[in-house]
């Protein structure tokens, strides 16, 4: 059985950095597309980035591009999301989410992705 850990979340100001990390155990992680999602309180979790089993990535949020990447370690079996020029608007908890059989991202539905890691907190306050 496929488990998610998130870690890496943390309080930063407006304009700083952070990179989370989505650790598995249980499985190793390829053949597996990775997606990260966030919720802010009072809104729908959205899908944010996603990484396909091929090292593709699919970038679901506009408001991210250019400020945030995917990548992933098949040796540490741990997926990344490098965050930069962080806005207040991208305070959430952030979710790292597995789901296997294809070599293409899926469409951003919470639905398509089968394991769910538990989340992290990233606060941008000044």
């Known amino acids: 059985q496929l488990e998610l850990v998130e870690s890496g979340g943390g309080s930063v100001q407006p304009g700083g950095s952070l990179t989370l990390s989505c650790a598995a155990s249980?499985?190793?992680?390829?053949?597996?597309?990775i997606g990260w999602f966030r919720q802010a309180p009072g809104k729908e979790r959205e899908g944010v980035l996603c990484?396909?089993?091929?090292?593709?990535?699919?970038v679901y949020a506009d408001s991210v591009k250019g400020r945030f990447a995917i990548s992933r370690d098949r040796a540490k079996n741990t997926v990344y999301l490098q965050m930069n020029s962080l806005k207040p608007e991208d305070t959430a908890v952030y979710y790292c989410?597995?789901?296997?059989?294809?070599?293409?991202?899926?469409?951003?539905?919470?639905?398509?992705?089968?394991?769910w890691g538990q989340g992290t907190q990233v606060t941008v306050s000044s």
């Open positions: 989410a597995a789901t296997y059989g294809t070599r293409l991202c899926p469409v951003p539905n919470i639905g398509e992705y089968d394991y």
């Open positions: 249980g499985s190793t992680l390829d053949g597996y597309n």
């Open positions: 990484i396909s089993s091929g090292g593709g990535s699919t």
